[in-house]
């Protein structure tokens, strides 16, 4: 799959300046950072791994039951580190494992309530954050925004694929 810089899609190859491509870069950056801290600092207050942070996240956005399988290739671990991850969890009373189907090798990983309103409540600031920040833009440049975050994370996942192809089996 081909990446921007591939494809020859750089900000000033569209009109924009290296400038406007350097203030989003670091836009962004500032953003994940902020994001960042508020991520090790729920970890740190549950006994967690900012990691295992990304895996309650990757729970509760799947669209059906996630699975450590899914999860594992979701997060780009191994298989022991997510076992360990979901261990960690389960301990912490975040998720609990249940074999739901007919088939009961397969085990769906579901986020407990009680540490889900945790979560909720320890990041209501940032809800809120962007709550705020939304009522700023109207809908055409709501859609704009979204578009532009489902395009980056396309592209991230296909940089995050090459890496995987190159990388060491």
């Known amino acids: 799959m081909a990446t921007a810089n591939q ?31 508020l991520v090790h600092s729920f970890a740190g207050t549950q006994g967690l791994h900012a990691t295992d942070v990304q895996a309650l996240a990757a729970i509760l956005d799947a669209r059906e039951p996630m699975t450590p399988g899914r999860l594992r290739e979701h997060l780009g671990l191994t298989s022991g580190a997510v076992t360990a991850c979901v261990d960690r969890l389960e301990r912490a009373g975040h998720v609990r494992r249940v074999r739901e189907s007919a088939d009961r090798r397969v085990v769906h990983l579901h986020y407990v309530p009680e540490a889900r309103e945790v979560a909720r409540t320890y990041f209501r ?16 440049e709501l859609a704009v925004v ?24």
Do not use: C, K, W, Y
């Open 7 to 37: 494809r020859g899609q750089h900000g000033h190859e569209r009109g924009n300046g290296p400038s406007d491509l350097h203030v989003l870069a670091a836009g962004l950056r500032r953003m994940n950072g902020e994001i960042n801290r």
């Open 146 to 169: 979204i578009r532009f975050l489902t395009a980056m994370n396309e592209e991230l996942r296909a940089v995050r694929s090459d890496d995987d192809r190159r990388s060491p089996a």
């Open 125 to 140: 600031p940032l809800a809120e954050a962007a709550a705020a920040t939304r009522a700023r833009f109207d809908e055409d």
